[in-house]
């Protein structure tokens, strides 16, 4: 059974970004660039950063930035996972092209259930990438994978 995490909208924002940056694109994610990608000053940049080490899910060091924990990992990869099992139902059910389904995924993935996702999942046979090519993650309250 998962341990519930809480998290602000804006905190899996970042945690989001950092997966991409540090898992998918071999980058660092440093508090300069989460401040310009998020356009804020790099102090807020810095309190999202601690807040979220103090959930355990990055490791801060100060003026060298963060990087995902293995918790912070799994946490990014849940909400990813919502975010590319939406982009399959604007594409393929409302017909929306891949960068608008992408935009329409980012405002509203943080807000739906688990069931919700699941069961879209179920009803497009468990896709293994989204529409833009990228890894749909496993989830082991959704059977048929």
């Known amino acids: 059974m998962r341990v519930k995490i809480s998290l ?3 905190e899996g924002k970042y945690l989001t970004f950092m997966y991409r940056k540090q898992v998918e694109e071999d980058k660092s994610a440093s508090t300069t660039i ?5 356009k804020v000053n790099p102090a807020t940049a810095t309190e999202t950063l601690q807040r979220l080490a ?4 990055v490791e801060y060091t100060r003026y060298y930035g963060a990087k995902l924990t293995e918790r912070g990992m799994v946490e990014a990869q849940r909400l990813l996972r919502k975010h590319r099992i939406l982009e399959i139902l604007f594409v393929k059910f409302l017909r ?35 529409p833009c090519s990228k890894e749909i993650f496993q989830d082991s309250t959704c059977m048929g994978r």
């Open 8 to 10: 602000t909208p804006k």
């Open 34 to 38: 989460l401040a310009k990608s998020f």
């Open 54 to 57: 103090k959930k355990k899910l």
């Open 96 to 130: 929306y092209d891949t960068e608008k389904a992408c935009e329409e995924a980012s405002k509203i993935e943080y807000y739906c259930s688990e069931d919700l996702i699941n069961t879209i999942c179920r009803t497009y046979g468990h896709p293994d990438t989204c």
